[in-house]
């Protein structure tokens, strides 16, 4: 590793840079497979087991309610445990489980499987990486952040790419059994041998810091406990923002395809408009990282926000072609926001003293709405025949929490290092 780091430095090159590549690689084939290709299994496995798709698509809906679960309980996890030493763990324990799922034959099995994945996963993917870039770097960390989250997008166009063909070349069974090599074959080497936490680990500094570091030679705490935080108006208006977030990017790019399909497009035509959504999600990523370094918090935030009205109402408007465009850039901007925006937005309004703490109960509250979002909408259609009584729900709920974002302000220098309440904690 040494040789390595010494290597990069004679090329000015900041090890930083190789952890974000880390972390598109893991990315890819953690949140990649696991979320972004389930949908390619539902029609095989129904129809050789005799499952019904609804029953099928539980196994989704637990691994996403573990996540949540374990994002509440994150800040605990990681100061208890080494964040490298639970991915370590769960690198072996996700490719072992994902080829568990080629030996099922019952839905319970299924199910029991998604819990192990869904465990294993939380642990390789968004809560472990937004802890591990935001300690190696101080400038550009909204960028860095914008790179190593693509890694879920580009995994889930490559593989769903992949898979596709696999799985009518060779079977659903195999296609199980090659991705959980191919997740073995990328995480094992890279977590074991390249990845580090912090850069103090490896003697640096992150990117953009000052000389000193905190006692010890761990990255430098500051900001608000969590009894502090959650004693502000800031940290409600985050929740809240992120609920109305979740719910509403959730409700834009679920309803992209059947709710053109609806309105009279062909359903290859609405598959068209979502893959041509899903290219450019990735892309603005990494934008959306950039705005943040380059424009600060708040109005990253709110033309973020804006993006996902701005797709609502094109698909609100979807009969007509040229809204459709809005559709596109408005969900790939606006929904990059769940992965991107809430790290940066928990370590710019409350520090880093409680920061897994916090940013795993903003996902929390994200999660959570995006996973009633799929009951909500569903429910809604089957009441009215239509989208659209939903989708203005949506676009009223993103009209509101505009303007509560200005609300959620940068921390004061007065509060940078702060202590914790003692007389609270005795």
Known sequence: MQKLIWFLQKRRIFFGWVVVACGILVMSVTHGVVQNCFSLYIKPVTEALGFTRQGFSVCQTLTNVIYMGIALFSGKIFERFKALGLMRIACIVLPAAYFCYSLCTQLWMFYAVSVVVGVATSFLTFLPFTLIISNWFEDRRGLAIGIC?????????LFNALAGGWIEAFGWHAVFRILAGIQALVMIPILFLVLRVSPQEVGLQPLGSGPVASEGGSAPVYG??????MRSFRFWALIFTALIVGLTSTMLSNT???????????????SGVMSCYMGLLAVC??????????LGMRKSTFISVS????????LYFGAFQPMHLFIVAGAALGCAVGTVAYPI???????????????GI?????SLASSVCPIFTNSVYDGTGSYSPALVTSIVLA??????????????????NRKPDLEKMA
Do not use: W
């Open 224 to 229: 608000l406990t969590l009894a502090q935080a």
């Open 307 to 314: 993006a996902i009205l701005v797709g609502l109402l094109g």
């Open 362 to 366: 903003i996902t929390a509250a994200n």
């Open 399 to 416: 009209l509101a929490v505009l303007g509560l974002l200005f609300t959620i302000r940068p921390l004061r220098p007065e509060e940078m």
């Open 256 to 270: 992209i395809v059947p709710h053109l399909s609806d309105i009279g497009y062909a359903a290859t035509y609405a």
């Open 285 to 294: 990523k990494i934008l959306l990282g950039g705005m943040y370094d380059r």
């Open 345 to 359: 937005l928990t370590q710019s309004a409350f520090g880093t003293r409680a920061y897994a703490t916090i940013y």
């Open 149 to 157: 989250f693509m890694g879920s997008g580009l995994g889930g166009m």
